[in-house]
């Protein structure tokens, strides 16, 4: 908002004043357009989440916006199951829950004009073990190089061993966690690279990686990528060639193992307490334009691949899943006190890393696809 002496500039005293200054600059040809681009808060989630019954599902209203730090808007979140609170969502569904809701969200001004709107389905299930060993592969980067994620998502359907102690687990033991690299019991398997792209994979023959690490059966398939590619460019350029290299190798995962259901999970928003700063400098994109530049990446991204997930030839075995949603951003990040400085007696809280999170983060993401598993699982 526009600052006078006095006070503030209401909104539609800036927006005609805006569009003054506009007319103008036509009146002299400097501009050829009117429209102003916008700059308010916009809705940015997957048209459909998942919840198990006893399970809490939590969608955090920072994650799911763009440009979340706008003060001139009201997010209204309406759904007949769960309860609104001041930062997020939160369903835990009872028995009898089962089936499909909708959740309601939508931006206004503070004269009750609705800016932006989106109504997504809540898929509710009850989990139950499958009839038959089911193979899981979790493949991705280096979100998921050192398996915290697969490590906690077996705990959380089977109870193996793990870090974190809650939830409780389920006794779902037909469900099996594979792939090359295994914990220390080797009893969770899964694929990860630090620094790998979808690209990195291009060469990855599918059925000899299964039958060699996957035990010759692929049921499900976890995809985890795209952090790199958007760590090389700044928040203005196009991010289709990125879903270009993921449509390459789903496409391989599908013509090796067709009853293969794949599903492709979002990419992350990063540190919001200056993780960025503390990993890149100079002129390094990620430096320049910070933690909201990168957050304009993560949703176009995702934009992007929940539409892939919706195409005709995808429809039938890709899903999108969407954990950024699910996933506590401004409070999964390390982090450390240091002396703020300039004179300053308080210490100042940095973040100390862009885009890996403390294991609560990686736990988070380990929720949604446990959510998702379970209910896919359980049609």
Sequence with gaps: MGKRIGGWIGRGALVALLAGA???????????????????AEIEIGDRLYAVVGDTLRVYHYSILQNPRADNYILSVSCEKGRNFEEYWRYEPQPGDEGETALRLAIYDFEGTCLDERTVTVVTRSARNPARPTHVLCLGNSLMADGQTPIELSRRLKG?????????????????????????????????????????YEDLDVREYVE???????????????????????????????????????????????ACRIMLGSVLLPSQE?????????????????SLGYGVKVHRLNTLYQALANEGAYRDFLIFIDNNAQYDCRHVYPTLERPSGNYLSRPETVGTNGVHPMDVGYWQIAGGIFRALVSLASE
């Design 274 to 290: 200056g993780g960025l700063g503390w990993d890149y400098a100079g002129e390094d994109p990620n430096a320049v334009y910070g």
């Design 22 to 40: 506009l007319w103008a600059c036509e009146k002299t040809e400097i501009v050829e357009s009117t429209e102003l681009a916008s700059t308010g």
């Design 160 to 200: 193996t061993a793990g870090v974190a102690t809650w939830p409780a687990p389920l006794d779902l033991s037909n469900f099996k966690l594979v792939g090359r690299k295994h914990n220390e019991d080797s009893t969770v398997g899964w694929e990860g690279t630090s620094g790998y792209t979808w690209k990195s």
């Design 212 to 258: 060699t690490h996957c035990g010759g059966q692929l049921d499900y398939v976890y995809l985890q990528l795209g952090t790199n590619e958007l760590l090389s460019q700044g928040p203005f350029e196009e991010v289709d060639w990125i879903v270009n290299g993921a449509r390459k190798l789903i496409d391989r995962f599908h013509e090796a193992y067709p």
